[in-house]
């Protein structure tokens, strides 16, 4: 690493793996006499190979960056990387790469065995799959057995999604699905190379040949299935992460350290991570990034739908006392994969799906919607101009330098989380 790093591991309940790596990771930032900390938290890896090289090269453009912020130079930056067990997304070249059917199959088997925890579950949805292409009631079976995985409840602005997903009929759900493959709404491919589109446009049942899209068969239907159920898994565990995990560790570190500032920064699902943790802690956090979020993008909005209800996470920007910043960009296709469904099945057909002007958009495509504080700007590139200030939340538009959900590692980023953390 280009800087200072420590690791802190927790469980899917939010609980430390190892406790002794907090007391490692404040030995580093005493020794290193630090005067920032920054807590970085991925969103979906399956393996900490992959949120570490994740880190280690957000972590090398914040160092090569340093030396055009100019706050920075009496700055001592340490970095802690969280560690928590997230489940990847089942990307559409799972697929065999079009070899065929029987390929398709076996790819989607082995996603279900490494995203379902659940032996039993796992062990009856792969034998479906192999009929989900003649069989409606092995679709239904299918759809019905994901749901034995899903939280029993899911607040927030997507509670809707929620609530169509989990008590809908499998027909309605299904054909829902199989409408999505022929709405010109629907963006025509995922974005940019490290991108996924786990919504996409190939949601199609039985009967399928008008409208094939992105992955054009019953098995993308499955494996869009299997990653909408995914999502609030991940939603869930996100949050306890956060709320539990990650807001001792602040507090831990600040009892070690009270002159230090705490900074967060997350990605994807680990931008729901550190907002519960910036909500739900009692030490001081000094600015916090959300690099391509995924939650709504009311979620830290005021009265957003006209009727009195705050976002989920309204209180948490009063707990930071610096800048905000959220990237976001019309690249990112895997931020809010659930909405698309949700919003054909609520009859939201007139709205663009995913955009600014859908109940289910997501703040890493569309920005803070309807927060106070927010000002909508661009990202600049390295060596442009903020006008951050405390108390103030900048969306910042990534599309010139953001080609997908996974984009957040290049300078122009670097440069931006670097002069929130020097604001």
């Known amino acids: 690493m280009d800087l200072p790093y420590a690791e802190v591991e927790f469980d899917k309940a939010g609980e430390l793996v190892t406790p002794p790596q907090v007391s490692a990771a404040a030995a580093l930032i005493a020794s290193e006499k630090a005067t920032d900390v920054l807590v970085l938290s991925h969103g979906w890896n399956n393996s900490p190979a992959q949120a570490r090289d994740l880190y280690e090269r957000l972590i090398h453009s914040v160092a090569s960056v340093g030396g055009r912020v100019a706050a920075s130079a009496n700055r001592r930056l340490v970095v802690i990387g969280v560690i928590w067990p997230s489940i ?71 509670v809707g999604a929620f609530t169509a997903l989990t008590t809908a009929s499998e027909d309605t759900v299904l054909e ?41 068969d019953i098995i993308g239907v499955g494996r869009n299935l299997l990653n909408v159920t995914t999502y609030y898994t991940m939603k869930e565990r996100a949050g306890k992460v956060g709320s539990i995990g990650i807001a001792a560790l602040l507090e831990g570190l600040h009892a070690a350290a009270p002159a230090v500032r705490l900074h967060l920064a997350g990605h994807s699902f680990g931008g729901r991570a550190v907002t519960a943790a910036a909500l739900a802690t009692k030490a001081p956090v000094s600015s916090m990034s959300l690099l391509q979020a995924a939650y709504s993008h009311f979620g830290m909005a005021y009265n957003w739908d006209g009727a009195g209800t705050d976002g989920f996470f309204e209180k948490a920007p009063a707990n930071v006392h610096g800048p905000i910043i959220v990237t976001h960009s019309t690249h990112d296709k895997a931020v809010g994969v659930a909405y698309p469904i949700a ?52 969306s910042l538009n990534g599309d010139a330098f953001i080609s997908g959900h996974s984009d957040i590692t290049g300078p122009q980023v670097a440069y931006a989380v670097l002069t929130a953390i020097t604001t």
């Open 88 to 158: 990847l997304w089942a990307p559409p070249e799972d697929q065999g790469a079009g070899a065929g059917l029987e390929d398709d199959v076996a790819a989607l088997q082995d996603d279900i065995r490494a995203r379902i925890d659940d032996a039993v579950v796992a062990k009856k949805l792969v034998a479906l799959v192999p009929q989900l292409e003649t069989s409606s009631d092995a679709q239904r079976e299918y759809l019905a057995l994901l749901r034995k995985t899903l939280p029993t409840s899911s607040p927030g602005e997507d």
């Open 343 to 394: 919003s054909r099945l609520a009859n939201q057909i007139g709205a663009g799906l995913g955009d600014e002007s859908d109940p289910y958009g997501g703040i890493g495509r569309n920005g803070a919607l309807k927060t106070p504080g927010n000002i909508m700007a661009q990202l600049l590139d390295v060596g442009g101009t903020y006008s951050l200030a405390q108390r103030q939340i900048w």
């Open 176 to 216: 829902a699905a199989k409408a999505l493959g022929q709405d010109d709404a629907v963006p025509a491919a995922a974005g940019g190379a490290a991108d996924v589109d786990p919504m996409g446009t190939g949601l199609v049942g039985e009967g399928a040949g008008a409208g094939l899209g992105l992955f054009g």
